[in-house]
């Protein structure tokens, strides 16, 4: 099982960044995905989820209407597009996969088992 | 939304030594309480699931307790690579899935 993110650079403020995270070694299609970052020297925070079947997604309020996550599960691809980027999106930004398949997050028991490398967007002002 | 809280923030302790780290949420979240493990310049870990379940591969001095509002993850003979940041993370309102600040266990 693999998560390989890219798309990580330095960027000027206002500009938009689009992150993949290519998935291997279990069936994607099966499981929600996430989008989890970290500051410099600061803690985890968890950006964004998409359903299994990519039919909901949510996010957490600062990042609201200016990124979007998506997926193509016939190339087992995770995506998201970050628009308006400001300073405090710098982060390396980490995808994670469900811990079980089909997770609808009603009574969700359950964490992230599987984490890519991350790859590292700098905002600059 | 539920805040999550952790303490200490860091904690010195030596090869052997037990160490308990703590995560309080601001409302009950029963046991949906999850603790990561990452070490510099890694990606996170799972360790325990469901406040008490270790995920698969973990190893046994790695124990989790609680319920409610209060959680422990309990290191029962602290080993060289267990020197790391631990995270605790809710999921009983998610979304979002809020993750405790964390505690770094350094060594002493």
């Known amino acids: 099982m693999q998560l390989v993110e890219s798309g990580g650079g330095v960027v000027q403020a206002g500009r938009s960044l689009r992150l993949s995270c290519a998935a291997s070694?279990?069936?994607?299609?099966?499981?929600?995905m996430h989008w989890v970052r970290q500051a410099p020297g600061k803690g985890l925070e968890w950006v964004a989820v998409m359903w299994y079947d990519g039919r909901k997604e949510s996010y957490t309020d600062s990042v609201k209407g200016r990124f979007t996550i998506s997926r193509d599960n016939s190339k087992n691809m995770l995506y998201l597009q970050m628009n308006s980027l400001r300073a405090e999106d710098t982060a390396v930004y980490y995808c994670a996969r469900d811990q079980v398949v089909y997770g609808d997050y009603r009574d969700y028991y359950y964490g992230m088992a599987v984490w890519g490398q991350g790859t590292t967007v700098t905002v600059s002002s | 939304d539920i805040q999550m809280t952790q303490s200490p923030s860091s904690l010195s302790a030596s090869v052997g030594d037990r160490v308990t780290i703590t995560c309080r949420a601001s409302h009950s979240i029963s046991n949906y309480l999850h603790w990561y493990q990452q070490k510099p310049g890694k990606a996170p870990t799972l360790l325990i699931y469901?406040?008490?379940s270790l995920d698969s591969g973990v190893p046994s001095r790695f124990s989790g307790s609680g319920s409610g509002t209060d959680f422990t993850l309990t290191i029962s003979s602290l080993q060289p690579e267990d020197f790391a940041t631990y995270y605790c993370?809710?999921?009983?309102?998610?979304?979002?899935?809020?993750f405790g600040p964390g505690t770094k266990v350094g060594i002493k």
């Open positions: 070694g279990f069936t994607f299609s099966s499981y929600g």
């Open positions: 469901a406040a008490s």
């Open positions: 993370q809710q999921s009983y309102t998610a979304p979002p899935f809020t």
